[in-house]
T-cell receptor, first 114, second 112 residues
Framework: GAGVSQTPSNKVTEKGKYVELRCDPI?????LYWYRQSLGQGPEFLIY????????DSGLPNDRFFAVRPEGSVSTLKIQRTERGDSAVYLC????????????FGPGTRLTVL | GQQVMQIPQYQHVQEGEDFTTYCNSS?????IQWYKQRPGGHPVFLIQ?????EVKKQKRLTFQFGEAKKNSSLHITATQTTDVGTYFC????????????FGQGTRLTINP
């Protein structure tokens, strides 16, 4: 079946602009996670959704970052007033129930802020 | 700050040699997962360990979870070129928490 998909695969923007990154989880997966991965580092947790609600947003670095999952499926990560330090690969993952489930990662969106 | 540490950061071996990566946490983990990320790819789940002292094997891969649930290791016997990639451990620091804290990974390269 189809895996987790993310669009766009690459996004180049200018400092100060607004960007939206989209994640389509595996159908039926209730848990959805966003991570950020910088070069040579492990994924860094940003936010976790269980259904439509953000169950844990403790990893969002500041109030420029926001994520939604209005219908409990597709999620959008929104970054306002982008900064050069936001450049990274943004990974989305989903799992059937959360808990101790394995997480299925998407291919990521590479964000470059000039 | 970084709460899950992995060593070494890089490891280069000859094909056929063994490889081990170590993961250490400053706090007790409720469980730990291991992922593999091929160059240019995304992390792919390998295994999960939950119990103190647990050992699991997958063909040439052996995973261990320490007795104190603060450390873990992944050992690959007789590496093959298909083992190339970065191996990450990821732990849950608090019982019931959903947040996974990833180590910085060990990048394995292999000389055929």
């Amino acid at each position: 079946g189809a895996g987790v998909s993310q669009t766009p695969s690459n996004k180049v923007t200018e400092k100060g602009k607004y960007v939206e990154l989209r994640c389509d989880p595996i159908s039926g997966h209730t848990a959805l996670y966003w991570y950020r991965q910088s070069l040579g580092q492990g994924p860094e947790f940003l936010i976790y959704f269980q259904g439509t609600g953000a169950a844990d947003d403790s990893g969002l670095p500041n109030d420029r970052f926001f994520a939604v999952r209005p219908e409990g499926s597709v999620s959008t990560l929104k970054i306002q007033r982008t900064e050069r330090g936001d450049s990274a690969v943004y990974l989305c993952a989903s799992s059937p129930w959360g808990g101790f489930d394995e997480q299925f990662f998407g291919p990521g969106t590479r964000l470059t802020v000039l | 700050g970084q709460q899950v540490m992995q060593i070494p950061q890089y490891q280069h071996v000859q094909e056929g040699e063994d490889f081990t990566t170590y993961c250490n946490s400053s706090t007790t983990l409720s469980n730990i997962q291991w992922y593999k990320q091929r160059p240019g790819g995304h992390p792919v789940f390998l295994i999960q360990l939950v119990k103190s002292g647990e050992v699991k094997k997958q063909k040439r891969l052996t995973f261990q979870f320490g007795e104190a649930k603060k450390n873990s290791s992944l050992h690959i016997t007789a590496t093959q070129t298909t083992d190339v990639g970065t191996y990450f451990c990821a732990g849950r620091l608090i019982q019931g928490a959903q947040k996974l804290v990833f180590g910085q990974g060990t990048r394995l390269t292999i000389n055929p």
